[in-house]
């Protein structure tokens, strides 16, 4: 406090900004996290607290049974397990074919290099409702609707996994992989014994990208799977407002269960989101 008085004595017009610039961050905050506030604590509201005018910011009385209501109304359990495999399966899968095609176009003398490496991105360019069609009459010729199959194998591989790799691992010392393959290492154990724990915060943060995409995956899930112990919970809350449209209680209760995941995930996986999109800024 004392420091930023004897600052503000020094500059005042430097104070000035500083004060405004944290009094709109202040704002952004609330404006940020009111929604995310309100859908916590509206889960443990009663109906009369939701439905009051104007409305209660906090619960009056903690009314638990929301939650209980959820799993009631629709087969939530099932539905969470089958959001964890989809969204396990599609981020391992993403790591490995992203980290073996990254390796190829970043250390590897391939003909075309960059002309495939081009192909790669192209992909990124193509808008997922292009494709969507294609995709599901190949699950529906399968046979593979209603299935976890059908849930995953279109994302097992993207252009920008490649991408992000790529770059990552294109700032890794030539020296120490010199040294790498001079102490007998070939390709596949200096991939797993020396980039890969080299580069984890790159890797981190394509899986946390991956499995956040997946988790939130709303209208692929919903087209390939209509039985309710298929599908995911994204499908699950969407069907609570169908169910019951009076209880906003459980749909908000539904939501904190979808959400405190992916809030965890992201709370302790910032770090590594930050330091793997800038690896590749600074050299």
């Not at 209208?219 to 994204?234: A, D, E, G, S």
């Not at 995941?261 to 800024?281: E, W």
């Amino acid at each position: 406090m004392r420091r930023w008085l004897h600052s503000a004595r020094a500059d005042p017009g430097g104070a000035i900004s500083r004060a405004l610039i944290y009094l709109a961050l202040a704002i952004m905050t609330v404006v940020i996290v009111f929604p995310l506030y309100y859908t916590f604590v509206g889960s443990l509201m009663a109906p009369g607290d939701i439905n009051s005018f104007p409305p209660s910011l906090y619960p009056h009385g903690l009314h638990p049974q929301n939650y209980q209501t959820v799993f009631g109304l629709i087969p939530l359990g099932q539905q969470y397990i089958n959001s964890i495999i989809q969204s396990g399966v599609i981020t391992v899968a993403e790591l490995l074919t992203a980290t073996l095609a990254a390796y190829a176009f970043a250390f590897l003398d391939l003909p075309w290099k960059r002309f495939w490496f081009a192909i790669f991105l192209s992909t990124m360019m193509v808008p997922w409702e292009a494709i969507i069609i294609p995709n599901y009459l190949m699950m529906a010729d399968a046979g593979l609707i209603n299935t976890y199959f059908a849930l995953v194998l279109p994302f097992l591989a993207t252009g920008f996994g490649t991408f992000l790799l790529r770059q990552a691992f294109l700032t890794f010392p030539q020296d120490l992989r010199d040294a790498a393959f001079i102490d007998g290492c070939g390709h596949l154990r200096f991939l797993v014994q020396v980039l890969v724990p080299l580069q984890r915060p790159a890797l981190a943060a394509l899986g946390v990208f991956a499995f956040l995409g997946a988790w939130n995956q709303y209208f692929w899930p919903l087209l390939v799977t209509q039985n309710p112990q298929m599908q995911t919970i994204q499908i699950g809350i969407s069907q609570l407002q169908s169910v019951d449209t009076n209880d906003l209680g459980s749909v908000m209760a539904g939501v904190v269960l979808a959400i405190v995941p992916t809030l965890v995930l992201v709370i302790f996986g910032q770090r590594f989101i930050v330091r793997g999109l800038t690896a590749g800024a600074l050299k």
